[in-house]
């Protein structure tokens, strides 16, 4: 199995601060990255696909990059409603893995 | 705008069959387009990918659950189902079921969840 690791797992972070979220492949996984965020009591909700695609309707703010094994989630102005858990998920091969990951939570 | 609802038992006891219906709204199941999908989230933990159907019942599953599991569909209903067979406590979780698209350009992702039902597996 792919192995997915989130850094960090934990982040406090003020309104208006920028914010990066970093997710590590055990294997290369060419661009098959999708980022999620998950409200309390909630599902997870697509932010970004295919490693940078911006989902439709997600705030320009939030953005992707990487390829490879090394991809990286930015916030660029948080704002009071990204206080939540976020989760990357390889999508190059069965069985699909989340990472950990990581509660962005306001300091 | 499409729906997926997730219905079964709130309670299982051990060594018993879990089994959850995910019905779909808004939209066919019978789409060459997407797979549909099962997610489970233990209590306060992450995300673990189950297995996934297509609409003509081809499947994968993870092999971590394969030799428990088991994902049907139903397309004259329009919903698809989860079991998963001989329970235990490591069992307990919300239960997701998902749409899985195909990207145009490649690529897949998971773009539309219902909310989730938790189950707990006790006696």
């Known amino acids: 199995d792919i192995q997915m690791t989130q850094s960090p797992s934990s982040v406090s972070a003020s309104v208006g601060d920028r914010v990066t979220i970093t997710c590590r492949a055990s294997q290369v996984i060419s661009r098959w990255l999708v980022w999620y965020q998950q409200k309390p009591g909630r599902a997870p909700k697509v932010l970004i696909y295919?490693?940078?695609t911006l989902q439709s309707g997600v705030p320009s703010r939030f953005s992707g990059s990487g390829s490879g094994t090394d991809f990286t989630l930015t916030i660029s102005s948080l704002q009071p409603e990204d206080f939540a858990t976020y989760y990357c998920?390889?999508?190059?091969?069965?069985?699909?893995?989340f990472g950990q990951g990581t509660k962005l939570d306001i300091k | 705008q499409l729906q997926l609802q997730e219905s079964g038992p709130g309670l299982v006891k051990p060594s018993e069959t879990l089994s959850i219906t995910c019905s779909v709204s808004?939209?066919?199941?019978?789409?060459?387009?997407?797979?549909w999908g099962w997610i489970r989230q233990p209590p306060g933990r992450g995300l673990d990918w189950i297995g996934i159907i297509s609409y003509s019942g081809r499947t994968y599953y993870n092999p971590s659950l394969k030799s428990r599991v088991t994902i049907s569909v139903d397309t004259s209903k329009n919903q698809f189902s989860l079991r998963l067979t001989s329970v235990t406590a490591a069992d307990t979780a919300v239960y997701y079921c998902?749409?899985?698209?195909?990207?145009?350009?490649?690529?897949?992702?998971?773009?539309?969840w219902g909310q989730g039902t938790l189950v707990t597996v006790s006696s």
């Open positions: 808004g939209g066919s199941i019978n789409s060459p387009t997407y797979y």
């Open positions: 998920q390889q999508a190059d091969s069965f069985p699909y893995t």
């Open positions: 998902a749409r899985q698209r195909r990207l145009t350009g490649g690529g897949t992702d998971f773009d539309c």
């Open positions: 295919a490693a940078t």
